[in-house]
Every structure is written in C-alpha cells, then in structure tokens.
C-alpha cells in the first residue's frame, strides 16, 4: 500500500508550533487510500496498522495468544465496557517502569518448551518457578486494592482462580504441547489484565476525567508510554486516552482534517508479535469485528474455562445399556420385561398426516405422446406442518387417543416479526429432519431405507450435539436438503463441480453438510448406510420414536428460549461475558 499517498492538507506543519494536541499527529499512515481513511498518533513516534475487518477469525496462534487480535498484545479499537485493555502493560524496557522486575510475564516461554518426555516436565517446572514471585506480588497488590475497591471482587477473582488453575496444571498434571502453551499464556494474561484494571481504576481514571480548560498538550517529540493504548474514531475516546498520557491512534477520514497538524507520513510497523498458527491449529472461536463485545467475551470465557472437562454425566446415551420404565403409545405404564398384550393394535389416535401429504414422484415425459393443449398442473394441496403422521402405519407409535388432531387446534398466527406478508411462505429449516419426509414416502421399501439412513447419521448428529455449545443449536437445513440427505443410498453423493438447478443444489449441500459432520465426527466411515435385511417393524418404530423424541427436545429448547421473556441483555454495566458466564 503506498503510504505516502495523502492529500497535502494532511501535511500542514507550522514552524512555530512547540506541542500538539489530541487531533494533531506526530507521524500518520494512510489505511485505507479507496475510503480515504488516514490514521494518525499525536503522541507516539511509531505507527501501528488497526485490526481492521467485520469477519475476522479469533482462534490463537503457536504462542497460545491470539496475534494482533489479543488486547495484551496489542493495541485494539477502543470498546468502552472494556476500557481497561487500553491499559494493558507492555514489555518493561526502563528501569524506572513499576514493572521491570516482573518482565517473566512477557517472555516467550512457548519457545523454551522442548516436548520431550521427561523433559517437557522440568522445564514446565522452571517455568512456573520463575512466575511464581510475580503472582505472588500480584496477589498481596489485589488483596490491598480490594479493600478499597471491592465493586472489582468478581473479576479480579476470576483472574486469580485462572492462575491458581493454570499452575496446579502446568506443575501437576500431564499435558500435551498445546495445553502446556495455553496455560502458560493465560497465565501471563491473567496477570496483565489484572494489573491492567487496577491501574485504570486508582491511576488513570482520575486523570481521564479531569476537567481542564484546554486540552493537555505534549512535546513534538512524543512519549514511549509503557501501555498498550488503544485505535479510537472520536474526538471523545481521543481525549480521554490523551489526557491520561495512553497511546492514541485516531482513524478518520481525509475531510475531518481541517487545522490539524500532521508533522510526517510514515509506513505501518511490521507486527513484532507471533502470527504463525499452531499445527495442529487451535479451533476459530470467534468471527467478527475486532473491537466487538461478543469478541471480548469469547476470549474471557475461553481464558475461564480453559482446562475445563466435559461432564460425563451429559448427554450420554449408551445404547442398548439400560431400559425404559414405560412405553409410549400403549397408554400405561409397564413392566420393563413384559411384553405388550396381543390384542393392542395400532388406532388411528396420535400424530397423523393426511395421504396428500405423502411423497410423490413425476413420470418422465414420453415423447410419443401426442401433441395436443397443455393442460395445465393441477395444485397440489400444501404440506400442513400441523397435521398428523399418517395413519395405520407399521412404524408408528400408539399415542393417546385425547391428543388425536391436537396439531390443529395450535394458533399459527403471529402477532410478533415472524407474521408474514401476504404472498410470501415461510421457508422452513430443522435441525433435525422431520419424521414425516419418512413415513409420508411412497412405497415401504424408500420408507425403511430412509430410516436407516437416518439411523447410520444419527450418532455422529448426537456426538455434534454433545460435544457443541448447549447454548447453540446445530445448523438448520431445509426439508428438500434433508429428503436428499436420506435418499443418498439411492442417489448416491453430488459429484458434479457445479450446480445448475435447484434439485442440484439441495443435492450439492447435503452431500457438503453430511461430509463435513463424518468427517469430523465420523472419519472413515461412508456416509450412506448399507441396506441388507429388511429390519422388522419393532426396530423400525423404536427408530421413529427416538427420532420424534429428539424433535419434541429441540423444539422445547426454542420455545423455552422464544418464552423467556426475563433473559438479561447486555448494558454498560453487565457485558455479553458477564452473562455467558453467569
């Protein structure tokens, strides 16, 4: 990018001018030359290039930090529910810093990590060992600042129990390379946010809010402040840094500048921190814009939980391990080892859908046909979502007979921002397939097959479903996407480069989504099922019946979360963090 290419008016310099203020700039890079944005420093005699971008991936490097990304490492667009990370200590390079005798927490330890057994022990013991005074001070500064500060008690706590774990981990346990650096960096991040908090409260605070007639000036030759500062965009967060001596880099555009003074233009400096990703690569946890609470968040709740364990008591299913008490569909409950009376047949109670709902399959067109007036295509009656299953099926569960039609005593009407316009249908998406795209097939023969193509994705679906966020429901996909998806075992996986019509591309993403879920949870496995026997009709409904299970536990989960209407949102004084971890 050429540097140098900036409208003259930017360099305005006046001989007689001996400071500057909050809007001038000692040295200035342009960022952007096609939007005519140009970053200036008024008190800094280097220049930093922002993290600029809406879809940035979070996920942490070979250094177990997260490169220009990662608000102890570098300077971050100012985020005022965060106004600490401007505070930030850097590398201590004076003696005079109140930090110089702490500079372990800024070294690259990651470097000196040999992982060789028995050796990858000891270093990590050394280690530990040499940031052990500094956490010691740390925690004699924070019990004394607590006394006086004690609206701090939660997050300053936070950050000690972080250390406490990370040591107990690095000194006690066996970890692999990866958890090894991780806990070594959150260590060091902990101990830098926790110093970073108590200085904005007791130092620089004061002096942000201090009330002056004039703006504070500074010498042209500018300061090398031992913090990390922060990228602002408006004359309010630029006074405010500038005022506590911080770091400020003002992004504007070209015709905000008018009298301000910008003495030169310089290039951006290289970034002097790791940017080389791990190998194996640490998971993206984030996508998003830099300065985003939901960025801050991320990294503080990753930072809590980072040697956390999954509850082996949490969506565990063992299949065939134990029995149900009671059997749906037979109306009482039973003994496990009893079998069901002979006389119980299937009625017509429980969910039914009507026989226009089935699947149907157009002939081809027969070019002897004689030509004749097009008739036109007769409407097909819509799928009703509320209708019931089909019924006298083999594959279905008994239910009881009062909750017969009770689909359609349920108000599809919506008062809220989910009504829609007139002319216009709601495309529907599931995160699990609808047990009607089966049982309203055509012939049995597709209906079974397609139950054993549900039961082959089924445990690696659940796997994704445990081992995922229990805030976060899986991707939804559309009932075409899911009718290709079981019908693989006759058509077998999209093989051609590109899509050219819309049964094409609801084969093209089925195949990309069903890929993607084996190959992760399920490597070496085909992702169709192989049909041999035809299985009986118990199998098959207790195959059904686990399916609606699953479906009636995902709606639930949206319906509870669409009911709640006391859920807190984020404020200033409560952050998108603060609730995750809650």
């Known amino acids: 990018m050429a540097q140098q290419a900036a409208p003259p008016v930017l360099l305005t310099h006046h001989e007689s001018v001996t400071s500057?203020?909050?809007?001038?700039?000692?040295?200035?890079?342009?960022?952007?030359p096609e939007s005519r944005e140009f970053v200036s420093t008024s008190n800094?005699?280097?220049?930093?290039?922002?993290?600029?971008?809406?879809t940035r991936d979070l996920y942490r490097r070979e250094d177990g930090f997260y490169s220009e990304d990662d608000p102890v490492q570098y300077p971050q667009p100012f985020n005022p529910h965060y106004p600490y990370f401007a505070y930030i200590p850097k590398l201590p390079t004076d003696e005079t810093s109140p930090y110089y005798n702490d500079r372990c927490m800024w070294n690259n330890y990651w470097r000196e990590i040999n992982y060789n057994f028995g050796s990858c022990r000891a270093e990590l013991n050394w280690i530990s060992t040499k940031i052990l005074d500094s956490v010691s001070s740390l925690c004699q500064q924070v019990k004394r600042f607590l006394t006086s500060h004690p609206d701090w008690q939660n997050s300053l706590s936070e950050m000690d129990t972080t250390i406490t774990l990370c040591l107990h981990q690095l000194t006690s346990v066996q970890l692999s390379l990866h958890n090894s650096v991780r806990g070594v960096a959150e260590i060091q991040r902990s101990w830098k946010t926790a110093v970073a908090i108590m200085d904005y409260v007791e130092v620089y605070k004061p002096k942000m809010s201090t009330i002056s007639s004039s703006p504070q000036a500074v010498a042209l030759e500018g300061t090398d402040a031992f913090q990390m500062g922060a990228f602002v965009w408006n004359d309010r967060d630029a006074l405010m840094l500038?005022?506590?001596n911080l770091p400020v880099y003002f992004i504007r555009g070209y015709n905000d500048f008018d009298f301000q003074i910008i003495r030169r233009i310089d290039p951006f400096l290289d970034l002097n921190i790791t940017q080389k990703a791990a190998s194996p690569s640490y998971p993206v946890i984030y996508t998003g814009q830099a300065g985003s609470d939901a960025k801050f968040a991320a990294i503080r709740v990753v930072s809590i939980s980072c040697f956390d364990t999954p509850s082996p008591f949490e969506n565990l299913h063992l299949e065939g391990a134990y029995q149900s008490s009671y059997l749906l569909?037979?109306?009482s409950i039973i003994s496990p080892t009893s079998s069901l009376p002979s006389d119980l047949k299937p009625t017509s109670s429980g969910p039914i859908r009507t026989p226009s709902t089935a699947a149907s399959s157009s002939k081809p067109y027969n070019r002897k046909d004689k030509k004749g007036k097009v008739k036109g295509k007769q409407p097909q009656p819509s799928h009703n979502l509320f209708d019931d299953l089909p019924p006298n099926n083999p594959f279905i569960l008994c239910v009881i007979s009062a909750w017969k039609d009770a689909n359609r005593s349920?108000?599809?009407s919506h008062p809220g921002k989910c009504q829609m316009l007139p002319g216009h249908n709601l495309r529907l998406k599931t995160v699990l397939?609808?047990?009607a795209l089966i049982l309203g097939a055509s012939d049995r023969q597709r209906q079974v097959t397609y139950l054993l193509q549900w039961a082959h994705i089924r445990k690696p679906l659940l796997k994704r479903s445990c081992l995922a966020d229990g805030n976060e429901l899986p991707m939804p996909l559309r009932p075409a996407v899911w009718r290709k998806v079981l019908s693989f075992p006759f058509h077998g996986l999209y093989t051609k480069s590109e899509a050219t019509d819309k049964q094409a591309k609801d084969h093209q993403e089925g195949t990309i989504w069903l890929q993607k879920l084996f190959n992760k949870y399920a490597q070496g496995v085909s992702v169709t099922a192989s049909i041999e026997a035809d299985p009986n009709a118990k199998s098959m409904r207790g195959l059904v019946h686990k399916l609606c299970m699953l479906n009636f536990w995902f709606q639930m989960m949206v319906l509870d979360e669409l009911a709640n209407s006391t859920k807190?949102?984020?404020t200033p004084t409560c952050t998108e963090a603060d609730l995750a971890i809650a």
Request: without cysteine; hydrophobic residues 35%; aromatic residues 6%.
């Open 329 to 331: 569909g037979v109306g």
């Open 242 to 244: 500038f005022r506590a």
């Open 410 to 412: 349920i108000d599809q």
């Open 44 to 54: 800094q005699n280097r220049m930093l290039r922002p993290p600029i971008g809406s």
């Open 568 to 570: 807190p949102q984020p």
């Open 20 to 32: 500057m203020d909050f809007g001038d700039g000692l040295t200035g890079s342009t960022l952007l």
């Open 433 to 435: 397939l609808d047990s």
